[in-house]
């Protein structure tokens, strides 16, 4: 149970906290310096952890990660991968602690607006160097603040002639793009970025959706077509999904070998070839092994959780036993309930994964869906749902998280989820009041 008159205080004397201030600042230079951003995100934390140091306990959600812990330390000293193995906790560890330290930062509807904001324009570093390696040829690396930030820029992108920007691959980029998008989308409903000035939020969501565009991630496409509706609401869905099947019908067409071959071939006149290409992998017909496929890649990834099922074989295992198996390299098994399985057993990977969609599916109970919800800005609820949701599914086919600045944005984005329930419960609790007072 959580202390209302605990958390009340807290948000009386957020605006004046210093604490608050580093996580704003933080969260702007997520995307442009890990080593800032976590400088400035370690001083919140740290604060954010004394205000609340009394409530660990009380708080349930941090059970299933402290015997997370458990099992991960134990897995590690029976590990294969020796001081990988220890090394990989902190992809995790910190995070756990980020969770419950970093919430005071989150409680409200009105910070989690104010954060969303930042993520969105802490993004244009990414959009603007993204834009400038493919049509400007820009080349790093380069410096800023005497080496504090290093951009290493790859001209025509990396892989080449997919945007990147500041990121190291396409893919990483795709996944920070995609996590933002729907906040940026949710400025242009229900304006918040620089005043109430929607010129500004659409343009950012004209660059957002391009730069998806072109990082040619199928992922990235993907969480365009998810966001729309979720983040426009239910109330959209009778004239907003028949009109987006109508725009994407040339596209099923031209991928989905169902149809008839005139009929096909129109649609691919239509849609460009890179586009229906990419989407049907045709690029990689004859010419790619099948251990290097993705189902390729799960099965010798569930060859190895049948050979040690329950404390796994220690983190970065995946990436010393396939070139072993398979005489391919890969650094993940590209999904993450699988690699947390071969790295720290089925249990582990079972815990975390109910943790978070039981986040998921909590909040979008009590904080989206509920008829007794109060809040004022259920559109960026929405969208920092919309954005969670995004995230997970990236981590299906890939593994995003390993570039740190992906990972700390899922967890804020899964703290965020967890202030939403404390927000509709407790306006529920306050509604039931105010009606048993009125009759």
Same mark, same amino acid.
């Given at each position: ?10 948000r ?18 997520l ?31 941090n059970y ?7 099992l ?23 995070f756990?602690?980020?969770?419950w ?20 324009l ?12 493919l ?18 820029i790859?001209?025509?992108g ?13 893919n ?8 933002? &998008?729907?906040l940026?989308?949710? +400025?242009? #409903?229900? %304006?918040?970025?620089? /005043?109430?000035?929607?010129?500004? !939020?659409?343009? @950012?969501l ?39 099947l109508?725009?994407f ?22 849609v460009p ?32 959780i ?6 796994? &074989?220690?983190?970065?295992?995946? +990436?010393? #036993?396939? %070139?072993?198996?398979? /005489?391919?390299?890969?650094?993940? !098994?590209?999904? @993450? ?19 978070v ?8 109970f ?18 920092w ?25 899922g ?29």
């Amino acid at each position: 149970m959580i202390n209302n008159v605990y958390f009340s205080n807290i948000r009386n004397h957020l605006s004046d906290n210093i604490g608050w201030k580093c996580f704003q600042i933080g969260l702007i230079f997520l995307p442009s310096s890990a080593l800032i951003s976590y400088a400035f995100l370690l001083v919140a934390l740290v604060q954010g952890s004394l205000q609340r140091r009394d409530l660990y306990w009380r708080e349930y959600w941090n059970y299933p990660l402290v015997l997370v812990t458990f099992l991960m330390i134990i897995g590690c000293i029976r590990s294969h991968t020796g001081w990988l193995a220890w090394l990989g906790l902190f992809n995790w560890f910190p995070f756990f602690w980020c969770f419950w330290g970093l919430q005071p930062y989150l409680l409200t509807p009105e910070r989690r607006r104010k954060c969303a904001s930042l993520l969105v324009l802490g993004s244009l570093p990414v959009l603007i160097t993204g834009f400038g390696q493919l049509w400007l040829g820009w080349e790093g690396p380069w410096q800023i603040f005497d080496g504090l930030i290093i951009w290493f820029i790859s001209p025509g992108g990396e892989p080449l002639g997919r945007l990147s920007g500041l990121f190291d691959y396409a893919n990483i980029a795709a996944a920070w793009l995609s996590g933002v &998008w729907p906040l940026c989308l949710a +400025s242009v #409903l229900d %304006p918040f970025i620089l /005043g109430r000035n929607r010129v500004v !939020s659409c343009a @950012l969501l004209i660059a957002f959706v391009s730069a998806m565009i072109l990082t040619d991630s199928r992922n990235a496409w993907g969480a365009i077509v998810l966001g729309l509706p979720l983040v426009f609401g239910s109330a959209s869905w009778s004239w907003l999904i028949p009109l987006m099947l109508i725009c994407f019908l040339p596209v099923i067409i031209a991928v989905l070998p169902v149809f008839d071959f005139g009929i096909q071939e129109f649609a691919r006149s239509i849609v460009p070839e890179s586009v229906w290409m990419r989407l049907n992998d045709m690029q990689f017909v004859d010419t790619r092994p099948f251990e290097a496929t993705r189902i390729g890649q799960w099965e010798i990834g569930f060859n190895l959780i049948f050979e040690k099922p329950w404390l796994g &074989w220690g983190a970065a295992a995946f +990436s010393i #036993l396939y %070139p072993l198996r398979t /005489g391919l390299s890969h650094g993940h !098994s590209h999904n @993450l309930p699988l690699e947390l399985a071969i790295s720290h057993g089925v249990i582990v990977s079972l815990l975390i994964n109910i943790f978070v969609f039981s986040l998921l599916l909590i909040s979008s109970f009590y904080g989206l869906f509920n008829n007794l919800n109060l809040q004022k800005n259920i559109i960026v609820d929405r969208a920092w749902w919309t954005s969670t949701l995004i995230l997970i599914c990236f981590h299906a086919t890939d593994i995003p998280l390993f570039d740190s600045r992906i990972n700390i944005l899922g967890w804020i984005l899964l703290i965020g989820l967890r202030c939403m329930i404390y927000n509709s419960i407790s306006n529920n609790i306050l509604l039931k009041k105010f009606k048993k007072a009125l009759y």
